[in-house]
């Protein structure tokens, strides 16, 4: 119930949006989101945090107006970064974007900071977004420019995310994200003809499959297992050199409990890890129907806030 109120209960009003579109060094482009939420602008120094959105969202999604509006609420200013054909248009390049793909997140935050000088940086993640995140934070070590970050809903292991979502009630997720998976597989095909065996793109039935056939040949992994080893984000906690909140429930219907890395989490002063009996994937309502709170993206803005020096 956490997660069907999650993707259901959360108000998409109040906000505006000013899209850029950038374009990336191998020719491709990135849509960018900058929300303007009703009776709240903060000043042009102000601390800008980076969205990541997650499986087939967008910066649009139903949590990011949550996300914007309580960054907005304590002083920060924030963008949505739509993956590759994620922004209601198709790309020109075949690559799109995978749970361990962090080139993108590296040149937006790149522009970031040369647009915005004066301002700290932050990311929050979402589900996969969530996952790429922590796996670009774990690369980055100390090189990252950013000063905070929040994971929300991450996968810890992939593998054993698939056995989840490929068996009982969580079936249903599976059946819904390949559903809108195979449409834009379909819109793709003329971009991936050649690279892949499209016949065994588009009869997959599941996420490993799919995986199998499309994301480890296409960037080069040897086959899926390497490409779910070496994107889990639970391998490169132990690596994350700036204040993160890490936000998981163990309900989750999408992931396995027992994937959460706990003595990698402990043993890294910079993570503050916070493992709730309940929340579901992305949901973390609190309240009656009609008068729900989102106490996830409540979370993060207040880390997000204290960190990056903005009121909280």
């Known amino acids: 119930m956490q997660t069907v109120a999650g993707h259901y209960g959360r108000s998409q009003e109040g906000i505006i949006f000013h899209r850029w579109r950038i374009d990336t060094p191998d020719g491709d482009f990135l849509d960018l989101d900058f929300p303007e939420v009703a009776g709240h602008l903060p000043p042009d120094d102000a601390p800008i945090v980076l969205l990541l959105h997650g499986l087939e969202g967008s910066a649009r999604s139903s949590y990011a107006y949550e996300t914007y509006r309580q960054l907005a609420w304590r002083g920060l200013r924030s963008v949505g970064m739509n993956y590759r054909s994620c922004s209601g248009q198709i790309n020109r390049k075949p690559y799109t974007y995978h749970a361990g793909e962090t080139r993108d997140i590296i ?4 522009q970031l900071g040369e647009w915005f000088p004066q301002s700290a940086l932050g990311a929050v993640g979402f589900s996969l977004g969530a996952n790429m ?6 690369e980055q070590g100390e090189n990252s420019p950013l000063t905070a970050a929040a994971a929300i809903s991450p996968p810890f292991d992939l593998g054993r995310s698939m056995d989840v979502v490929e068996n009982g009630v969580s079936h249903f997720y599976n059946d819904y994200f390949m559903r809108a998976l195979h449409r834009k597989m379909q819109a793709r095909a003329p971009l991936l ?3 892949v065996d499209m016949e065994r793109v588009l009869a997959a039935t599941t ?3 799919l995986d199998e056939a499309l994301t480890a040949p296409l960037y080069g992994f040897a086959d899926v ?6 994107s889990s984000s639970g391998r490169y906690v132990s690596g994350i050199c700036v204040p ?3 936000i998981r429930a163990l309900d989750d219907p999408l992931f396995h409990p027992d994937d959460i890395p706990y003595a990698d989490l402990a043993a890294n002063p910079c993570l503050t890890a916070v493992i709730t009996p309940h929340g579901g994937h992305v949901g973390f309502a609190e309240g009656r129907p009609g008068q729900l709170n989102w106490w996830a993206e409540r979370q993060a803005a207040r880390f997000l806030a204290v960190q990056l020096g903005a009121i909280g």
């Open 107 to 110: 040149f937006v935050l790149q």
């Open 133 to 138: 995140l922590l796996k670009y934070l774990g």
């Open 193 to 195: 003809d050649g690279l």
């Open 225 to 230: 297992w390497d490409y779910y080893q070496q």
């Open 244 to 246: 993160t909140l890490i």
């Open 207 to 209: 996420f490993r499959e």
